[in-house]
DNA sequence: CTATCCATATTTTTT
DNA sequence: ATATGGATAG
């Protein structure tokens, strides 16, 4: 047999060996997707049907691509390899393409475009709400904005959109236009528009078309449940010359409905593609077969689906735990303590085998288990919520080096014109704005207007000219320095730093580092020879899965991101109505099917032990309220479970005498954690945070709950110390060990 | 024009 | 509970 094809299934041989025409992939959870996929890359550069620049693999994140790519290179010897393998997101690959030709277009569009996060997108919709005189509170700028992107992603323009006498749709329409105008003067595209542009060059440049067709002659697509309709008709013109499409997913882990994916995609493609043969993976190799038992039920609920029911020779298992807690810290710390538990417990196995994951709904869960864990001391890594590239200081120090390159870039001119304050008000800016969009010209051209004529009063006009000289002295520097140099000249000429280092706070030192790591990601980016432009295009597709650390022994995400990764250890916490299904989702049937699936995907992270935990009491807006168990537990097989009463279940809060906390609360049957018979002492009540863990302080005074502050990392709390290593937590960077002679640290000041 | 105070809404999920 | 935005004062 061909190597490449050992240790595989026959329905996964026959995945990557049917490398003719059209293959749809159904693969359950855990069945060893990406497998199938890297292994069909190895073996058609193995076969030599293609060579690597001939094949396009589309993954769902950026790190997932790299991770595939290595995969492959792994496999393959590099003399089957000469040629770049293309595996990327959707978005990668359409900046790419547009890059290269967006020209075509000759309008207003160039290749030089900026793209426009979620964020720069929202100030866009706000500020076009602004200028139409609509109300924010009757047209909630977070709605128009959704309302838009789905629009452009059916298809529409503003053009198609009938006038309405319905006072929301028309105002929809209007922004919608005048978003779409702003958007062109800026020669700025939202991530919709990648993608929509794309399709668009495509259609109207045959030859731009047929080159990709010619060139990929070999198409993978993972995760197809979740591609749009944008993405769908780019896969079309990449397969009109040839059909040698190979697309893998799983209808019921489609979890991406809000960005406009559309399920018919996988459903109807046998349907898109007569010729498709369709290829069932439906043996799990992932979970014990209590998992999956418990998988297939919480499935089986949902009514539009075909039925499709997953096996596993894998053990039995342990029973799935289902846990009631007080409220929600109780809930963290019970998570906390069952992780350290059970990675003591396994101490003498690989790391991989000890990893731990604890999944929720929404992002805001994330601090309790942030805050348990440092008490506890478990480093931990957060994936998600404010990543790196989200901080303002970072957005700030790339809004300036985005206007470089693209002065009409408006999102980019917003942020920084006053910041730091240079004396550009309110009504500075409201001239410029009037003249703006009277003119339809961009911010930029607009304050050159301005500054030619004289009309401007004295004030504003030396603010805004010291602005304008200030970016020309620095546009001065694209060409020759380094992007590190650059970025230096950045933060140091427009005042940024003196800013910083004048507010003193420890928030602003800690921006300061920031920038400084930011500074040292652009001198890596320098290193590989990286441009300007690619470097903001990266920073702007990040996804924060991508800077995922594989090693972390414990990560905390929402189940989104953690689609396609696995774990021995999974925790799926606030399994509570409103939250899980969550109250928004509720109210439609498919978007409670949505839910469902969602909570599938959840349970099918779990390789051997799953926990479900729910908290009794949680705080919503700042008020303590009463919880309902979520529907989804009443969907699990009773059988499976370590508990099977949810109702009722109260548990005290046990304290342990030195002040550790224990988990408040446990399932039915278990003794509490208690050393000696004193009575439970009450629980520190909120506002009076934990202790934190009593270890001996280490020969420099560095004790744990100590605020340091890291030449590198920043502003940080210690939240282990032993065996002369410290364990600092750094806010949104997880945490890292330090040797604590060596380790540059000063203690700082008790908040 | 900036700084400060107070009211108000805010929580799905992400390329 | 916290972040944002508007109003007010300096």
């Known amino acids: 047999m061909h190597p490449l094809l050992d240790g595989l299934n026959p329905e996964q041989r026959l995945a990557v060996t049917t490398t003719d025409g059209p293959l749809l992939v159904i693969a359950g959870a855990g069945s060893g997707k990406t497998r199938v996929i890297v292994h069909r890359m190895a073996y058609l550069l193995d076969q030599g049907l293609a060579r690597p620049e001939q094949i396009l693999a589309v993954t769902f994140t950026n790190k997932a691509a790299l991770e595939m790519k290595e995969r492959v290179h792994q496999l393959v010897p590099p003399t089957r390899r000469r040629g770049e393998l293309l595996v990327s997101t959707f978005h990668s690959f359409c900046v790419r393409v547009l890059r290269r030709h967006l020209d075509r ?123 749009n309709p944008p993405q769908f008709n780019l896969v079309r013109l990449l397969t009109q010359r040839q059909q040698n499409l190979c697309v893998v997913g799983d209808p019921d882990q489609s979890i991406y409905k809000f960005r406009a994916a559309d399920i018919r995609n996988i459903l109807d493609f046998e349907r898109h593609y007569p010729q498709a043969k369709t290829i069932t993976l439906a043996r799990n190799y992932r979970s014990t077969k209590t998992i999956l038992r418990a998988a297939n039920a919480v ?17 039995t298992g342990e029973p799935i735990r289902c846990v009631v807690a007080p409220d929600a810290e109780a809930e963290a710390d019970f998570v906390v303590g069952e992780i350290i538990r059970w990675q003591r417990q396994r101490e003498h196995l690989p790391e991989a085998d000890t990893r731990a994951a604890v999944l929720y709904r929404t992002n805001a869960q994330s601090r309790l288990f942030e805050e348990a864990c440092r008490r506890r001391g478990l480093p931990y890594v957060l994936v998600g919520g404010f990543s790196f ?225 729910q908290a009794e009491r949680r705080r ?4 303590e309220k009463p919880t309902d168990p979520s529907r989804f537990l009443d969907e699990l097989p009773e059988d499976a479970l370590a508990i099977s009463a949810w109702a009722g279940v109260r548990a005290q809060t046990a304290s342990a005498p030195d002040g550790r906390f224990e988990p408040a609360s446990r399932p039915i049957g278990e003794t509490p954690w208690r050393r000696d018979g004193s009575p439970e002492p009450r629980r520190a009540r909120p506002g009076s945070s934990a202790r934190p863990m009593a270890d001996a302080p280490d020969r ?20 282990r110390v032993a065996d002369g290593k410290l364990d600092i937590a750094f806010p949104g960077k997880g945490i890292k060990r330090f040797v604590t002679e060596a380790a540059p640290l000063t203690k700082l000041a008790r908040r």
């Open 299 to 315: 499935i089986r609920h949902n009514r539009a689906r075909r039925e499709k029911s997953l096996t596993t020779q894998n053990a």
């Open 389 to 613: 590239y989200q901080r303002a200081e970072i957005k700030d120090a790339l809004a300036y080096l985005r206007l470089l390159l693209n002065p009409h870039d408006d999102a980019a001119f917003d942020r920084i014109v006053n910041v730091p304050a240079r004396g550009i008000g309110k009504a500075t800016l409201d001239i410029l704005t009037a003249r703006a969009s009277q003119t339809g010209v961009s911010r930029w051209t607009a304050t050159e207007h301005l500054l030619a004529e004289g009309s401007l009063g004295g004030r504003a006009l030396t603010a805004l000219s010291s602005f304008v000289s200030l970016m020309r002295g620095l546009q001065a520097m694209v060409e020759g320095a380094t992007l590190a140099d650059l970025l230096q000249a950045v933060v140091k000429r427009s005042g940024y730093l003196d800013m910083l280092a004048q507010e003193g706070t420890l928030e602003a030192e800690s921006r300061k580092q920031n920038l400084e790591e930011l500074i040292t990601a652009a001198a890596e980016a320098d290193e590989r020879g990286e441009s300007l432009r690619a470097f903001l295009d990266q920073a702007a597709l990040v996804a924060d899965t991508d800077l995922l650390v594989e090693q972390a022994r414990v990560t905390l995400m929402t189940i989104h991101s953690a689609k396609g990764l696995e774990f021995p250890l999974v925790f799926i916490a606030g399994l509570e109505e409103d939250l899980f299904p969550h109250a928004r989702a509720a109210v439609d049937p498919e978007e409670l099917e949505e839910e469902r699936r969602l909570f599938y995907v959840a349970v099918t992270r779990a390789k051997q032990q799953l926990y479900l935990t």
């Open 105 to 227: 277009f000759g309008g207003t569009y160039t290749r030089d475009f900026t793209i426009y996060d979620t964020d720069d997108q929202g100030r866009l919709v706000k500020a076009c709400l602004k200028e139409l005189g609509l109300d924010e509170k009757q047209f909630p700028p977070r709605m128009i904005q959704s309302a838009i992107s789905a629009a452009k992603n059916r298809g529409d323009t503003p053009d198609t959109l009938p006038p309405s006498s319905d006072p929301k749709r028309d105002a929809i329409v209007r922004t919608f236009r005048l978003y779409e105008a702003r958007l062109a003067a800026a020669n700025a595209l939202d991530f919709d528009d990648l993608l929509l542009l794309t399709v668009r060059l495509l259609r109207r440049f045959p030859d731009v078309a047929d080159d990709y067709n010619d060139r990929f002659r070999y198409l993978l697509i993972d995760e197809y449940q979740d591609t």
């Open 620 to 623: 919503v807006y700042g008020e």
């Open 700 to 719: 420099q005074g560095f004790k744990v709950g100590d605020r340091v502050e890291h030449a590198t990392f920043g502003v940080g709390q210690i939240v």
